[in-house]
C-alpha cells in the first residue's frame, strides 16, 4: 500500500465546528457507545484527543507511537491514554493523567468534550476525551514508552486516503478504517480502535459546517 504523507500544514478548522461534532453524537440512539464489541474486561480507560491550534481554530491533532518495547500495543500509533485508576475523579481527569504521564503535559488543556465509547482489541472500553491546547510551541516529554509524538495536520485528514479493512476477533467481524501514514522518513499503519474512532469522528466532523 502506498503511504500518505500529510502536508507539514494546513486550514484551522474552527473551534465551533469542532464543538458541533462533539454534539450531533450525543443525539444519536447510542451517545454513549461507538463499538459493537463487548468488552471483556468491566475496566474502563480514556484517551486524550489533542487538539492543537490558536484563536483561528485546529491545526494539528498529537498522536504517539507506542515504543517497540511497550508492554501494551509495542510501535502502534495511538492517542496518548490509559486505564482508569482509584484516584481519578472521572473519565477525563484520566486521560489529563495520562496525557501528563505521556506527554508531559501539564496545563493548558481546555476540555472540550467527550466522544462515544470504542474497544481496544475487544478487552476495554475507552472514552476519547477532547482537548484544546493552544501552545504557541508544543514540547513534549516522552515517557519511556513511547517512540515519539507527532503533531498531523487535521484538514489534510478529511481527505486522506483511507481504506477499510475486515477484522475479525471473538466471532465479530469489522471493517475497521486503516490509513498508511508516513512523516519525516518514518511510516506505520493508522489502524485498529484507534483508526476506528478517529475515522468515525472524521466523518462526523466533515459534515459539520
Same mark, same amino acid.
Not at 471483556?40 to 481554530?57: F, H, K, N, Q, Y
Not at 478529511?158 to 512523516?183: C, F, I, N, Q, S
Given at each position: 500500500?502506498t503511504?500518505?504523507?500529510p502536508?507539514?500544514?494546513g486550514?484551522?478548522v474552527p !473551534? %465551533?465546528?469542532i +464543538?458541533e461534532?462533539l454534539?450531533l %453524537?450525543?443525539?444519536?440512539a447510542?451517545p454513549?457507545?461507538?463499538?459493537p464489541?463487548? %468488552?471483556e474486561s468491566p475496566?474502563?480507560?480514556a484517551?486524550?484527543?489533542?487538539?492543537?491550534?490558536?484563536?483561528a481554530?485546529?491545526?494539528?491533532v498529537v498522536?504517539v507511537?507506542r515504543g517497540y518495547g511497550?508492554p501494551?500495543?509495542?510501535?502502534?500509533v495511538?492517542?496518548p491514554?490509559?486505564?482508569? &485508576?482509584?484516584?481519578d475523579r472521572?473519565l477525563?481527569?484520566?486521560a489529563?493523567? &495520562?496525557? +501528563?504521564?505521556?506527554?508531559?503535559i501539564?496545563?493548558?488543556? !481546555?476540555e472540550?468534550?467527550? *466522544?462515544?465509547?470504542g474497544?481496544a482489541?475487544a478487552?476495554v472500553?475507552?472514552t476519547?476525551? *477532547? *482537548?484544546?491546547w493552544? &501552545?504557541p510551541e @508544543?514540547?513534549f516529554?516522552?515517557?519511556r514508552e513511547l517512540?515519539?509524538a507527532?503533531?498531523?495536520p487535521?484538514? @489534510?485528514?478529511? /481527505?486522506?486516503?483511507w481504506?477499510?479493512?475486515l477484522?475479525?476477533?471473538?466471532?465479530?467481524?469489522?471493517e475497521?478504517?486503516r490509513? /498508511?501514514l +508516513?512523516?519525516d522518513? !518514518?511510516?506505520? @499503519?493508522?489502524w485498529?480502535?484507534?483508526?476506528?474512532?478517529?475515522k468515525?469522528?472524521?466523518d462526523?466532523?466533515?459534515?459539520c459546517r
Amino acid at each position: 500500500m502506498t503511504a500518505w504523507r500529510p502536508p507539514t500544514d494546513g486550514p484551522p478548522v474552527p !473551534w %465551533p465546528r469542532i +464543538a458541533e461534532s462533539l454534539r450531533l %453524537p450525543q443525539l444519536g440512539a447510542h451517545p454513549h457507545k461507538l463499538s459493537p464489541r463487548i %468488552p471483556e474486561s468491566p475496566r474502563r480507560a480514556a484517551v486524550g484527543v489533542i487538539l492543537w491550534g490558536d484563536a483561528a481554530g485546529a491545526r494539528k491533532v498529537v498522536l504517539v507511537q507506542r515504543g517497540y518495547g511497550a508492554p501494551q500495543h509495542p510501535g502502534e500509533v495511538a492517542f496518548p491514554g490509559g486505564m482508569v &485508576e482509584s484516584g481519578d475523579r472521572d473519565l477525563p481527569a484520566t486521560a489529563r493523567r &495520562e496525557v +501528563a504521564e505521556e506527554l508531559g503535559i501539564t496545563g493548558g488543556l !481546555w476540555e472540550l468534550g467527550c *466522544f462515544p465509547d470504542g474497544v481496544a482489541k475487544a478487552q476495554v472500553r475507552f472514552t476519547p476525551v *477532547f *482537548f484544546r491546547w493552544e &501552545e504557541p510551541e @508544543p514540547r513534549f516529554t516522552l515517557d519511556r514508552e513511547l517512540e515519539q509524538a507527532l503533531l498531523v495536520p487535521l484538514a @489534510p485528514l478529511l /481527505e486522506a486516503p483511507w481504506t477499510l479493512e475486515l477484522l475479525d476477533r471473538h466471532d465479530l467481524a469489522l471493517e475497521v478504517p486503516r490509513l /498508511e501514514l +508516513a512523516m519525516d522518513g !518514518w511510516a506505520a @499503519p493508522l489502524w485498529g480502535a484507534t483508526a476506528f474512532v478517529f475515522k468515525a469522528w472524521l466523518d462526523v466532523l466533515k459534515g459539520c459546517r
